[in-house]
Structures are given as structure tokens and as C-alpha cells.
């Protein structure tokens, strides 16, 4: 049965095994938890928050546009410091904005459904890990550490992606440049 739409993916478990034990190595060593980290991506409690908060949304997280969509709009908050959750129109917006990009984008229109499953999963354990951290910081009352971590993060988007998210604003046309 075809998938749904053309960045849809039925997720195979091997994948998703391959995805965590490539996130954890790659995260492991800057990691100020190591074994909370590790208990997590064992757990899959990354994923299931995700899919948790795109399925709240209306997002399907067996779908790659839309996890590159929320994607995004975790990344916005933790550069930006914002809270997406103000703007429900936005939401949905950034939604069509992810499909429209993606379907511009030649190399992502001509990934495998594996390869599209790999995608998804990883950025949505980037997205939940950074969340998190912020969180940390946040709750920890360290505002030094966590601005300094919103511009990491901010600069590493723009360095991968080619976008700045400081430089947009979440409103209910979606993001806009400021």
C-alpha cells in the first residue's frame, strides 16, 4: 500500500535502532548526563514525546514534512526563547510552509522511505534534546548557560540548514522574517 502522502514513511524497527545508536554516539560525548542520556534513547522516550506533541498539534510523525515542521518550531523556541503554543495558527501554518519547502527541495522529494524514516527520527531526537537542555537550564536558573546555549543552537541550524530562526517571528501566516 503506498504511503499517504510523498514524504510519509511506515517506520521499520531496524531503522529506528540504527537511528538511536547513531544519535547516542554522536551525543554521547558532549553530554553533561551520559547515563540519563543513555536510559533515554533506550527507552525511546524522545520519540514518544515527539510524536506526543506533533499528534497534539494535529502533526503526523510518520510523516517527514511534518516532523521537519515541528522540527523548526522546537528549534524557534529554544533559539528564540518563544512559545509556539501562543500562536495555534502558526502551528498549522509552519505545517504548510515544511510541505512547500520539501517539495522544492529535490534531494529530500527523492529520499527513500527509510531514508525519510532516519531523517524524521533523528531530527526529532535533536529537536526533544534540545528542548530539554533548555529546560534544564531554564529550571536550573542559569541564564548565562542558557543564552549561550539559544545561540548555539540558533548557529547550528543556520550552519545545517541555512537558517537563522532568530530572524523570523511566529505568527498565524507562520514564520515571517522580522
Known amino acids: 500500500m503506498p504511503s499517504a502522502s510523498p514524504t510519509a514513511f511506515r517506520p521499520d524497527p531496524a531503522i529506528s535502532q540504527r537511528v538511536r545508536a547513531q544519535v547516542l554516539a554522536a551525543a554521547m560525548p558532549s553530554s553533561p548526563n551520559p547515563a540519563g542520556l543513555r536510559q533515554a534513547v533506550d527507552s525511546g522516550a524522545p ?51 515544511a510541505r512547500q519547502m520539501l517539495a522544492g527541495n529535490s534531494p529530500l522529494a527523492r529520499q527513500s522511505e527509510a531514508e525519510r524514516q532516519a531523517t524524521a527520527e533523528t531530527l526529532a531526537f535533536y529537536a526533544m534534546a534540545a528542548a530539554a537542555r533548555a529546560n534544564d537550564l531554564r529550571v536550573a536558573g542559569n541564564g548565562t548557560a542558557l543564552t549561550a546555549f539559544r545561540a548555539e543552537v540558533a548557529a547550528t541550524v543556520a550552519q545545517q540548514q541555512g537558517i537563522d530562526l532568530r530572524h523570523y517571528a511566529l505568527t498565524p501566516a507562520g514564520f515571517q522574517a522580522r
Not at 75 to 96: K, L, P, S, Y
Open 47 to 97: 520519540w514518544q514525546e515527539f510524536d506526543r506533541l506533533l499528534i497534539q498539534h494535529g502533526y503526523d510523525p510518520r510523516d517527514l514534512a511534518d516532523v521537519v515542521a515541528a522540527f523548526y518550531l522546537i528549534a524557534w523556541e529554544v533559539a528564540t526563547g518563544g512559545d509556539a503554543t501562543t500562536q495555534r495558527a502558526g502551528i498549522a501554518a509552519v505545517r504548510g510552509q
